[in-house]
């Protein structure tokens, strides 16, 4: 298999904005308990993706292929459309599917325009898969 390049995958961004994924992605409840370097990775290879108003960012029930951060804008989670509660800005969303593999738990529309800050899927795998090779190399 061919490494997985950082340097291909990594989406350059303000140091504010590092600051503001970092802080989002720390006090989600799942994603807190990783280690510190594959945060700042995952906040490395986040890119930006927008949404207009009404516009599905997650549809309850599908496969996930990205997890998200909400940098403006305001979205709404919703199960069998019933509204749950609405998600401000630098929170994290959608790391439920992408951390334990199951299809989408909610769906989640943006209310008016939103931009995120998206992590594909294959870059998270390739992030967790790199510190457990780091960790076998020392031993
Ligand atoms: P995921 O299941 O990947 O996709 C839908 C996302 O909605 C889910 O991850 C969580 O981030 C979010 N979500 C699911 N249920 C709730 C809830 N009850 N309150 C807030 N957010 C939720």
């Known amino acids: 298999l061919p490494k997985f390049s950082f340097e291909k995958a990594r989406v350059p961004k303000d140091a504010s904005v590092k600051k503001q994924l970092t802080d989002a992605l720390n006090k989600n409840q799942y994603l807190k308990r990783l280690e510190l370097q594959q945060i700042k990775d ?18 309850q029930g599908e496969p996930g292929n990205h997890l998200f951060v909400l940098a403006d804008g305001k979205l709404e989670v919703f199960q069998q459309n ?17 951390l334990y593999n199951c299809t989408r738990t909610a769906s989640v529309r943006a209310v008016n325009k939103v931009m995120t800050w998206a992590l594909d899927r294959e870059a998270f795998q390739n992030i967790m898969r790199r510190t457990a090779e780091t960790r076998h190399e020392q031993y």
């Open 82 to 98: 019933k509204l749950l509660t609405s998600i401000t800005v630098w929170t994290a969303f959608g790391e439920l599917a992408i």
């Open 42 to 59: 995952m906040v490395e290879c986040m890119y930006e993706c927008t949404y207009q108003q009404g516009e599905y960012v997650i549809k």
